[in-house]
């Protein structure tokens, strides 16, 4: 009896079972697969997949801020690396000897005025080939206030060369000292301090704090002084 009862059991659970098997092997239907991922779990993924790409992107995109774009990549020019800084200036209707002229007695003034320091000077001249060479000393200042005052001393050599209606300035073999006197004195040369290599970030897209004001500064005062060249000589 116990048998009979058994064999019952089993055969009514086989019966329970096979319209499920019936209706899987008819359908679309399957049995749940956890490799098999979930509507809910497919969007999470896009989720972090297109928040990991716009972090991506955004990383990519860097501001240059207006007033930094004089500064970056080719500001500060080299020549087989040397830093040289350079103008041509169109001078019309004039001769070699005329700029010449005009040029030197310049530079003679410029090197005893107020802003050159003791040692500033035309030290060579070629009046064949119509050039002058001077050595400039000054104070090239960061900030200046009530309180405190932030310079370097500035060495450089310019250069003129004088052709016929055209007059050639360079201005090369800069230095710099600062913290004169102090354990924190610096003694360096503008290929070791403001040269895009050792001056700009890796990307081109900033000037690094450490070299900021002597890259900015410098810039700013050769353009000062080939300006001032360029009004003098061409009046």
Known sequence: IELKELMKKIFT????FFPLCN???????ELPNSSVPTEKTTQNK?????TSIAKE????VVEIKEEDKPYLEGAVPEVEGKIVFSRTINIPNKSASEIYDKTYQYLEQFTKSNTSLPGSRIVIV????HIIAATINEWLVFSNNFFSIDRAQFFYTLIATCKDNELLINV???KYK?????????????EELISDKVALSKDKTKVKKAEKKFRYKTIDRVKEIMDNIQSNVTL
């Not at 896009?46 to 297109?50: A, D, Q, R």
């Not at 070629?126 to 080939?129: D, G, I, S, V």
């Not at 913290?179 to 040369?189: D, F, H, N, V, Y």
């Open 178 to 190: 600062y913290e004169i006197g102090r354990p924190s004195e610096l003694k360096t040369t503008a």
């Open 23 to 29: 209706l899987m092997a008819q359908s679309e239907w």
């Open 172 to 174: 090369e073999r800069i």
């Open 57 to 60: 992107d955004y990383s990519k």
């Open 126 to 129: 070629n009046k064949k080939q």
């Open 46 to 50: 896009t989720k972090k997949e297109n």
């Open 13 to 16: 659970l086989i019966l329970a």
